[in-house]
């Protein structure tokens, strides 16, 4: 299995528009942060999780030719506004499948009713075929993918295992029992917004904490806003088997 990460930065990317924060401002290259995504490939099939408004330069910079389906962790904007940027999937291999709880579906048909709607369909817009998913185990490409409940601020959403690699983004709390999901996995992805405590996201320490409680084998950092640090500056602070992730990093299991 093979996973690239297309994107790691949070909401806003960085830079952030009109910061003036040393971070917005560095030229290092693993500072710059398109919104959280990542593509998933193994034997012939290719999958990806989120679809941001970065989506069309994310499919670019990675060079996709095909994906097999877009699989939806939540609705917020961050990653879900490249729905759009489908189409030249769609054109080619037909309707994309979606998978998506179905809180994410009633959102994503209210805010893009024209990729939805079945009465004079615009002629361009993209086509897809929706798959309904919740808390229970589904299959992907010969793999059971495995669902984990997570609370960002009060809204529940979803991570996922495969196998022995699970990704969870804009997590605030997960519960004993989606804990139980992790154990024994070699690498995990998991968010870290910024050093200061968030309603919503993990801090940082937040962050170190849970992967020491899950005891993945490695961990990686994502999800980052500017306030987290200069990715060189934080890397050194981090446990040994703990990593910050960044655009275009591709790791294999």
């Known amino acids: 299995m093979k996973i690239t990460f297309l994107g790691t930065g949070t909401s806003q990317g960085i830079p952030v528009i009109g910061c003036n924060d040393e971070v917005c401002f560095s030229s290092d290259i693993k500072d710059k942060r398109l919104r959280s995504s990542v593509l998933i490939a193994w034997d012939e099939y290719v999958y990806v999780i989120d679809c941001g408004p970065d989506f069309r330069q994310q499919m ?4 996709v030719q095909h994906i097999d389906g877009i699989i939806f962790t939540h609705y917020h904007a961050d990653h879900t506004a490249g729905l759009d940027d489908i189409r030249p999937f769609s054109q080619s291999k037909g309707k994309v499948p979606f998978y998506a709880k179905n809180d994410v579906i009633t959102n994503l048909k209210e805010r893009f009713n024209y990729i939805f709607t079945s009465q004079n ?20 490409g010969g793999r059971t993918i495995v669902p984990i409940e997570i609370q960002h601020g009060k809204l529940k959403i979803l991570g996922f295992r495969f196998d022995k690699f699970a990704y969870i983004t804009d997590a605030k709390f997960i519960s004993a ?11 995990l992805v998991i968010n870290a917004l910024r050093i200061d405590s968030h309603p919503t996201h993990l801090n940082l320490q937040e962050a170190i904490d849970l992967i020491a409680d899950i005891k993945p084998k490695k961990a990686y950092l994502t999800h ?9 500056e934080v890397s050194k602070s981090l446990p040994e088997h703990v990593y910050l992730a960044y655009d275009g990093l591709k790791i294999e299991i």
Not at 60 to 63: G, I, Q
Not at 127 to 138: A, G, Q, Y
Not at 177 to 184: F, I, Q, S, Y
């Open 224 to 232: 980052i806003s500017h306030k987290l640090g200069l990715h060189r």
């Open 121 to 140: 369909k615009y002629l361009g817009a993209p086509s897809v075929k929706l798959h309904t998913i919740d808390n229970k185990l589904f299959e992907l």
């Open 177 to 187: 029992n989606e804990k139980e999901k992790l154990k024994d996995i070699d690498v």
């Open 60 to 63: 670019l910079r990675a060079k």
